[in-house]
């Protein structure tokens, strides 16, 4: 079975604090497109393009991402040797790890530091680069799906930032009236028509939308973010099913707010007969609680998301597509989760007893040579031997099993495990030699570590 060498180094520039803030707001507005246009357990989701995937594509993001950059908050601000060197160079704190693969994850933070880099999520942190393993770049990655089809995954995205919103806002009490919640739906209808091109109110008067509906279904049950996201997930299916293809595209706020305004406006007696009990004996009654099945509430639930509600989430994805930015809801904080144990790595912990890396500027090969020929004679032949391999890998970027190479500001990064009993060099090895018989100081390495050799 081939081996790889795969790390991830994550520099930090010195006087810059870990963002924390950012990365939830990060983590809360992931983008798929980021995760879908690389190689990542993204691509792997069924049935994209589309709504109800994109939902269940956005809230699995969220949930893994969000453990991911607990866990490394926990390994920056508590340490864990046996899965993390720290380092400082004149410009950068800097984190790494990794080690050889053969298949598995080398290491607990291996994985979670590779999804949080390709998701953008590191960049928020503050990192200022990271060890890439996908291509394209973050900044050009995009979904090519056609206009139709990026219509309805957008409709998903959107959806499930509506229902976090809804999930954060104020709703009416418990034991509320129709009316109560009507009122409270009017105020937030009465906010569109006021707020011209800004889309706030619109994504509010989803989002207490979205709660009515579930409210409507059972108005004893606790308001919840479950709740909420069942209806999301069945709206989010609607749309797969023809009802988005079956709405015009809306290009004027103007007309989303006055055509609102007549959907909820046409629905204003039956909330009068939701509160009123008698009324839901007469024909008219029956017939509508009959039409849809179940309760009043049911039938009403069924018009409300069925004509203003998705007509508003339909016009958030028309006029503003990406609508994370329009969220007033505050982002669930990142905690620092501490360290487990180190399971899935070979030898035990800790690793700045297993890795060797040096990291480089300019190297003055010619005085590393010179400093060979002052170190005892029985040395010489195994350290030209280790010198000539290092600048294989060094200056010449050759390819190696046990090797990885990462970005620290200006200068590289060069990581290595050793290998013993292999029939080529061992490059981790020889940069513990090298550097303790001085050679790599005569080289002008930056800096460098390799294990105790004992």
Not at 23 to 31: G, P, Q, S
Not at 36 to 43: I, M, Q, R, T
Not at 159 to 177: G, K, L, R, S
């Amino acid at each position: 079975m081939g081996i790889n060498m795969i790390t991830m180094t994550l520099p930090l520039p010195l006087g810059r604090q870990p963002d924390w803030k950012a990365a939830a707001r990060a983590v809360r507005y992931v983008r798929l497109e980021v995760l879908y246009d690389c190689d990542s357990w993204l691509a792997e989701i069924e049935d994209l393009p589309g709504a109800r995937a994109a939902f269940t594509a956005v809230r699995a993001a969220q949930v893994e991402l969000y453990e991911h950059a607990c866990l490394l908050r926990g390994t920056i601000e508590h340490g864990w040797p046996g899965e993390i060197i720290e380092l400082e160079t004149p410009s950068h704190r800097a984190w790494v790890t990794g080690g050889p693969s053969s298949g598995e994850p080398p290491g607990e933070l291996v994985v979670p530091t590779i999804l949080l880099a390709e998701s953008g999520i590191t960049d928020a942190i503050g990192f200022d680069s990271y060890t890439a393993y996908e291509h394209p770049p973050i900044a050009q990655r995009s979904f090519d799906f056609a206009a139709d089809d990026l219509r309805l995954t957008q409709f998903g995205v959107a959806i499930a930032h509506v229902a976090e919103e809804a999930a954060a806002t104020v709703q009416p009490p418990d034991h509320a009236t129709a009316a109560k919640w009507l009122d409270a739906w009017l105020a937030d209808l009465d906010a569109i028509a006021a707020a011209g091109d800004d889309g706030r109110p619109l994504l509010r008067f989803a989002a207490r939308g979205l709660a009515l509906s579930a409210w409507l279904k059972d108005p004893t049950a606790p308001m919840s973010a479950e709740r909420l996201d069942d209806r999301a997930a069945d709206l989010a299916l609607t749309a797969d099913e023809g009802s988005l293809a079956a709405r015009p595209r809306r290009r004027s706020s103007e007309t989303v707010a006055r055509d609102l305004r007549a959907l909820v406006n046409g629905l204003l007696p039956r909330f009068a007969q939701f509160d009123d009990p008698r009324s839901h004996d007469d024909e008219d009654a029956h017939w509508y609680i009959e039409n849809a099945g179940g309760s009043f509430g049911d039938a009403l639930e069924v018009e409300v998301a069925a004509e203003p509600l998705f007509a508003a989430l339909a016009a958030l994805v028309d006029l503003y597509g990406d609508v994370a930015p329009l969220l007033d809801a505050q982002p669930q904080a990142i905690t620092s989760c501490p360290s487990g144990d180190s399971n899935l790595r070979f030898p035990p912990p800790p690793l700045r007893q297993y890795l060797s890396w040096l990291l480089v500027g300019n190297l003055d090969w010619e005085n590393a040579e010179s400093a060979i020929e002052q170190i005892e004679a029985g040395k010489r032949d195994e350290r030209r031997e280790d010198l000539a391999e290092l600048r294989q890998v060094v200056e010449l970027r050759e390819y190696r099993k046990f090797a990885s190479e990462g970005q620290i500001g200006a200068h590289q990064l060069f990581v290595a495990a050793p290998h013993d009993g292999l029939d080529f060099p061992d490059v981790a090895l020889a940069i513990g030699r090298l550097g303790r018989d001085g050679v790599l100081a005569a080289a002008q390495v930056i800096s460098w570590s390799a294990p105790d050799p004992q």
